[in-house]
């Protein structure tokens, strides 16, 4: 059973830094892409970053190019999403994704999404 655990979010103040994991099981982490995707309150899903499985390539949706790293340790099934300079924008529940092959694209499993809020 495909399972992606979602941790590391919390409250932070506009300007601070937090780090996302997602826990990996029940597939070969190391030969499926992953992305981050939120859904900030109200709004629909959003694309935030992608790693193909090698992670040789990322990818980033402009508004966090720059202030976001996407990283994945596939000895330890993990992905991961370092986030610096939050903005009050960047306030949403953060879901880890996996996707159908080794690029990024079709995803088709979730995890049940972490709360990321950015707050003065």
């Known amino acids: 059973e495909v399972q992606l655990v979602e941790s590391g979010g919390g409250l932070v103040q506009p300007g601070g830094s937090l780090r996302l994991s997602c826990a990996a099981s029940?597939?070969?982490?190391?030969?499926?892409?992953m992305s981050w995707v939120r859904q900030a309150p109200g709004k629909g899903l959003e694309w935030v970053s992608g790693?193909?499985?090698?992670?040789?390539?990322?990818n980033y949706v402009d508004s966090v190019a720059g202030r976001f790293t996407i990283s994945r340790d596939n000895a330890k099934n993990t992905l991961y999403l370092q986030m610096n300079s939050l903005k009050f924008e960047d306030t949403a529940v953060y879901y880890c994704?996996?996707?159908?092959?080794?690029?990024?694209?079709?995803?088709?499993?979730w995890g049940q999404g972490t709360r990321v809020t950015v707050s003065s």
């Open positions: 029940g597939f070969t982490f190391s030969s499926y892409a």
């Open positions: 994704a996996k996707s159908l092959s080794t690029g990024v694209g079709t995803i088709d499993y």
């Open positions: 790693m193909r499985s090698g992670g040789d390539i990322t």
